[in-house]
DNA sequence: ACCTGAACACCGTTCAAGT
DNA sequence: ACCTGAACACCGTTCAAGT
């Protein structure tokens, strides 16, 4: 029928060879199309139109593949200005990072619980600690407040990709017409819970945060003499 | 050999038949031994004697025993005299929520990023919403803190059972020695990120954030006109 | 009523073999 | 060098059968 057999035409690409890219983008694909859950090596391979096996040949595991998908969607995260002063470098890193993870809200369950001990995800750890070491904070207050940020961010986005909206449900939920006998005060607040009111929310937990954030601030013992 | 065969004696209980108390049990503990990734209802079933079939006869599926779970650990939430000023309410029930899922580090990580929607786990969030409501937030501003709130502690208790420590580890690690040329601050801050400085870490953070919500509230419009 | 065992449709990964 | 196909040791769940 109609095969060319072995043409090294320009269409011959029909079958590329599978490369990181590739792989790592369809990855990327098919997890916000079916979910973490549904995800699998063999479902990857039967989206590539290769067995799964093949991809075990650019990737040793489902863990390694995943660990590059982190270190992609970490690269995306701009940089802000590091001429700023420290709020605004944190306010921008902060909405940088939920921006990407926002783009991904099904990779993001992942990326957020991951220990970020591989190159790049240390990289992006001493990018936000600085911030604060530059602002003069000392270990110890410096260590809270990343920490305190960290919290706030991971908690927001988390909520925002897998919270009541949009993560696993219970098993058997309320039906809405017991929902008002049970929750009242939860009904009452519930437009304000809707998608619309997210970045608002957002902002305002953010600068809270960060207002407070110079209030826990003791200087680092200057070397250069500079300090106070 | 030593057989008593059918003898209904009081050391008949041998086999005693299953109950949802001991499935339940029974399946937290191997969750905390082995890890959600490991747990499995076949495994449960060896741990408890029986086939795993046998506990379909208990709950219909998996995701049915898990809300089974998470009712039962919500229930272990002490509830706060509600005579007390909001602040301290709301401290108290976000003490007493994160002492039930420290207690219960591996399956927190479940128990976090499910929804809500169950009968129990609406009349939790309903708990935590009142507080704002018999404080006089109106809607707008008490969905707003109820959420901030919820955004610091989903993020604090992710990252105390599941974070930098105890979380899944990137497939290559960066190994120690490289570390310090990688991350600097990190490692400076380091000292302070130990799970010694997690209670004093998590207070702060929460101290900051209830203290900024006193100034998000608006008064609810009141019927009985004790308002302004 | 409660439990079993075989079966179904899946997993991630190993390994020897193909081109 | 890159890909395949069979196999291994697992999953959750269904279903007919046992007591």
């Known amino acids: 029928v109609l095969t060319k057999k072995k043409a090294p035409s ?13 792989i790592q983008h369809a990855a990327l694909v098919l997890v916000e ?3 973490l859950d549904d995800f699998s090596m063999r479902r990857l391979g039967k989206k590539l139109g290769v067995e799964a096996m093949s991809i ?3 990737y040793p595991s489902k863990a390694h593949l995943f660990d590059a998908l982190v270190d992609r969607l970490l690269s995306q995260i701009e940089a802000p200005d590091a001429t700023q002063p420290w709020k605004e470098r ?5 909405l940088a990072y939920r921006a990407v993870l926002l783009r991904h809200p099904r990779f993001a369950q992942f990326m957020l619980l991951h220990r970020m001990n591989s190159r790049s995800g ?27 940020l960290g919290y706030y961010l991971m908690g927001a986005i988390m909520d925002e ?15 809405p017409a017991e929902q008002a006998a049970i929750a009242p005060t939860i009904i009452a607040f519930g437009p304000y819970f809707a998608s619309e009111h997210w970045e608002a929310t957002f902002l305002a937990g953010l600068e809270l945060v960060l207002g407070e954030l110079e209030r ?3 200087r680092a013992p200057s070397r250069a003499g500079g300090g106070e």
């Not at 904070?137 to 990343?146: K, M, V």
């Not at 990709?161 to 039906?175: D, F, L, W």
């Open 10 to 22: 320009a269409e011959g690409k029909r079958r590329k060879p599978l490369d990181r890219e590739r």
């Open 161 to 175: 990709t897998a919270g009541y909206k949009r993560g696993p449900s219970a098993a058997e939920p309320v039906p």
């Open 122 to 148: 240390l990289a992006w750890l001493e990018s936000v600690a600085r911030i604060f070491a530059d602002a003069g904070f000392d270990a110890e207050s410096g260590a809270r407040a990343f920490r305190i």
């Open 56 to 58: 075990y040949h650019h």
């Open 33 to 35: 199309r079916d979910g």
């Open 216 to 218: 826990l601030k003791r």
């Open 90 to 94: 944190a306010r921008s890193l902060s």
